[in-house]
């Protein structure tokens, strides 16, 4: 019998290639004390990071778009003087080139961790700090892929650098660690690549083996043939109506722009952090004001819900000045800042009114991390006082979740954080690739509270939005909409195909397939339940 192995199925559609391992690159050499003097040493650097800035242009041009802007993103943060002024102290203090720039992508690196939505940017400084070293040591990280041929890739997790070395030949990826979230995961969805992540096992696959990825199986099978793949689902494109709305998730004016070349009906989560993480300084009203009106102007047509700050200690705002915490994700984060920031929440809210006014956009905002109904009156309250706005809380945390009946008449929307939800509900840290099984959407105890805050939504007359990564699976999203959710929010990458599926399918389908995906006992068995009572609907 051909040997099976579990992991977490990234997309709807299955492939058979030979597997191609991917080995890890050549350790990078120790970090050391300089032997030539800091002023060499910041040549060498600068030689470096030049050279990298070269590679980042040479794989954008032959990249997709979505790899190109994050090319783009990084060439950035190399181009940061702040990067080269804090690696020049450590070569002052005597650090080879090496040394100094680890330490100073490390820095940047530790301003965003700790929240799952800068995952990604952690990972790509800590792959630029791979590169510039590597360049230092003389090490080659390229890929050199063949061009022709169907590969499966099998690594540990691969990097946006990697990803954009993906050549026609790769049909499928494996990776051992990462999770639903993880760089690779978002690529292969985005590129209808079959892609399983999150394999264990998968250390004891070699080159030449034949291999199928089935995703929608959540499982890699040994010498399996295509025909063994479980059924794939396909949903037609159309512009027909939806459902229930499908926005898009944001985080800055360029993602506003993709997403309005979607059929995205306007933005479920605007992520504001961004605009204050790379501020060193508090942002004026005139300031912030200005970068909102950028990202309401291009954003697709629609509400646009525009999330207040969501930061802790674990994820450092530096003009903030916040205490470090022993367990930041259980700390003083999302609306919780307003015991000590109230000010900096109103100007928020004030800036958002000034950039609603002036574009003439339907803006409503939430607040993260609400744990008391208290909290949503005081959130609510503050916001109508500043704006014209709709107003709305996320739901985050279990015991939010048992009080939306209490809800009515405080607040117009909910919108569920699935990422955080899971988190809190299974006590299982998101950014720990270990948990990725509890993480999975799939997992009867979300499904549950799911199910009851659509309800207790409905009885009391507040929207319940869904802007986790979960509504980016098409399939998932049809349960979403039988649960009683009344909008979803996507990755712009996933908009499309969310829509088509929701655009498939009646109410009387999609609460069936959500009876199914109740019924499973564990993630494997909802999901297949809820797979299969979709199949019956086409
Ligand atoms: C969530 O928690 O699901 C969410 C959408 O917020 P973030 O990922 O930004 O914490
Ligand atoms: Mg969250």
Request: glycine share 8%; proline share 4%.
């Amino acid at each position: 019998m051909s040997k099976q192995m579990k992991g977490l199925g990234v997309g709807l559609t299955a492939a058979v290639g030979t597997v191609h391992v991917v080995a890890p690159a050549q350790p990078l050499p120790a970090w050391g004390r300089s032997s030539i003097g800091a002023e060499a040493e910041m040549d060498r650097l600068r030689g470096a990071t030049a050279a990298v800035v070269a590679d980042l242009d040479r794989l954008a041009a032959g990249a997709d778009h979505t790899t190109a802007e994050i090319f783009e993103a990084m060439k950035m943060w190399l181009e940061d003087d702040g990067l080269l002024e804090i690696a020049e102290e450590h070569l002052n203090e005597g650090s080879d080139a090496a040394g100094a720039i680890g330490q100073a992508f490390n820095a940047f690196a530790a301003m965003f961790e700790g929240d799952a939505a800068f995952e990604e940017r952690i990972a790509d400084l800590q792959d630029l700090s791979r590169r510039v070293q590597a360049h230092l040591a003389g090490i080659h990280l390229g890929l050199d892929l063949p061009q022709t041929g169907r590969l499966v890739l099998v690594g540990e997790d691969f990097s946006p650098a990697d990803t954009a070395q993906f050549t026609p030949a790769v049909v499928g990826v494996i990776t051992r660690a990462g999770g639903p979230t993880s760089h690779t995961a978002i690529i292969c969805r985005a590129r209808s690549i079959a892609a399983v992540v999150s394999v264990t096992d998968a250390g004891s696959l070699v080159d030449g083996q034949t291999v199928l990825v089935d995703p929608v199986g959540d499982r890699v099978v040994v010498d399996g043939s295509i025909t063994d793949a479980t059924k794939p689902l396909e949903f037609a494109d159309t512009d027909a109506a939806t459902l229930i709305p499908v926005r898009s998730n944001i985080g800055t004016a360029a993602d506003a722009k993709t997403a309005a070349a979607t059929k995205a009906n306007g933005v479920g989560l605007f992520r504001t952090e961004l605009l204050y993480l790379s501020a060193s300084t508090q942002p004026s009203v005139e300031q912030q004001a200005a970068s909102y009106a950028e990202v309401l102007a291009a954003a697709p047509d629609g509400p646009i819900v525009v999330r207040t700050i969501d930061a802790g200690s674990d994820k450092p705002v530096p003009f903030l000045n916040m205490p470090h915490e022993e367990n930041p994700s259980l700390g003083v984060r999302g609306f919780r800042l307003i015991v000590e920031h109230r000010q900096f929440i109103a100007d928020q809210l004030t800036s958002l009114e000034a950039a609603r006014k002036s574009t003439g956009r339907e803006v409503w905002v939430m607040a993260p991390m609400i744990a008391t109904v208290d909290e949503a009156a005081e959130f609510a309250a503050l916001a109508r006082s500043i704006g014209d706005f709709k107003v709305g809380i996320m739901i985050e945390t279990p015991a939010i979740s048992m009080q939306v009946d209490r809800l009515s008449g405080v607040v117009d929307f909910v919108s569920i954080g699935t990422n955080d939800l899971s988190q809190y509900l299974f006590a299982a840290d998101r950014m720990n690739p270990a948990l990725g099984a509890l993480l999975n959407p799939w997992q009867p105890g979300l499904i549950r509270m799911l199910a009851k805050i659509g309800t207790d939504g409905a009885a009391a007359g507040v929207s319940v939005g869904v802007c986790g990564e979960s509504a980016s699976d098409p399939a998932f999203a049809v349960v979403l909409a039988g649960l009683g959710i009344t909008s979803v929010s996507a990755s712009p990458s996933q908009v499309n195909v969310v829509s088509n599926a929701l655009a498939s399918v009646t109410l009387e389908q999609a609460k069936a397939v959500a009876a199914a995906a109740l019924s499973g006992t564990d993630a494997a068995s909802a999901k297949a339940a809820a797979l299969e009572a979709l199949a019956a609907t086409r």
